[in-house]
């Protein structure tokens, strides 16, 4: 809940990282989105940009967030 990460499935250098001030290519504070997201009680999705891994690309991406007691869950998908 403070955006420290705990796991990451694409990229293990995140883990043990704080991100909670990570930007997407359009300014959004999205893992703050989480946060706020996930504090609600509510799971729901965050949409943002982020540059697709496999390809390099900009693309839209959308991460469904969920609170299991105090940590943060998600999982993200690109809409392209």
């Not at 999205?30 to 496999?54: C, E, H, K, T």
């Not at 390099?56 to 299991?68: F, I, M, S």
Request: net charge positive; glycine share 12%.
């Amino acid at each position: 809940m403070r955006g420290n990460t705990l796991a990451h499935g694409e990229n293990n250098k995140l883990i043990g990282r704080q991100l909670i001030d990570l930007k997407d290519a359009n300014g959004k504070l999205f893992i703050r989105a989480f946060i706020d997201l996930a504090s609600s009680g509510r799971p729901g999705w965050v949409d943002y940009q982020w540059a697709n891994p496999v390809t390099g690309v900009l693309e839209d991406k959308t991460t469904y967030v969920q609170r299991v007691d105090n940590i943060v869950t998600g999982c993200g998908i690109y809409k392209g």
